[in-house]
């Protein structure tokens, strides 16, 4: 049975740069194959926000696709100060990995490495069953018990889902 049943996943955007989903209502998803629109992370924001708001653990796992293009400064820039509040909520985890070892990969992963710098409640990872191993380790001594390989398998679930984008 898929991980990423209707019940436990709610779609927030997919298209052809990606997918944000929700899931468990506790872990924020995404798989990024293209850019990052201003407005998708308005909403990855708001999301963050009420999640976090409730005082409950809750995690993110942030895979950047081999490929993806290097975000503009303007996004960038936001991109830290969104990072930067999610990380700031004491029961919140981010697990960001950027796959890939070409050229757009490198610099994603370089750019990556100054999103709040030095906070223990973000991991930096090169691989999806690292970041998992480490999401599900910190988020179960605040009280959210997921086990490393649902995390696995519905990042597996999304990026395959990812490769296609919906019609309009």
Known sequence: ??????????????????????????????????????????????????????????????VVEAG???????????????????????????????????VPSTMNRTAGRLLAFGNPRIGRFLDIPTAATWLAAELEPLGFTVTSNDLVTIMEQLRELAKTPPKP
């Not at 930067?84 to 981010?94: D, G, K, L, N, Q």
């Open 1 to 62: 049975m898929p991980v990423a049943t209707p019940r436990q996943t709610e779609f927030l955007a997919h298209d052809s740069d990606g997918i944000l989903a929700i899931w468990r209502q506790r872990v924020v998803l995404q798989v990024r194959r293209g850019t990052l629109p201003l407005a998708l992370l308005y909403r990855i924001r708001s999301s963050i926000r009420a999640l976090a708001a409730s005082g409950k653990p809750v995690g993110a796992l942030l």
């Open 68 to 102: 993806a293009s290097m975000l503009p400064e303007e996004t960038r820039k936001e991109q830290k100060t969104v990072v930067e509040e999610f990380a700031s909520f004491p029961t919140a985890r981010i697990a960001p990995v950027i796959l890939g070892s070409d």
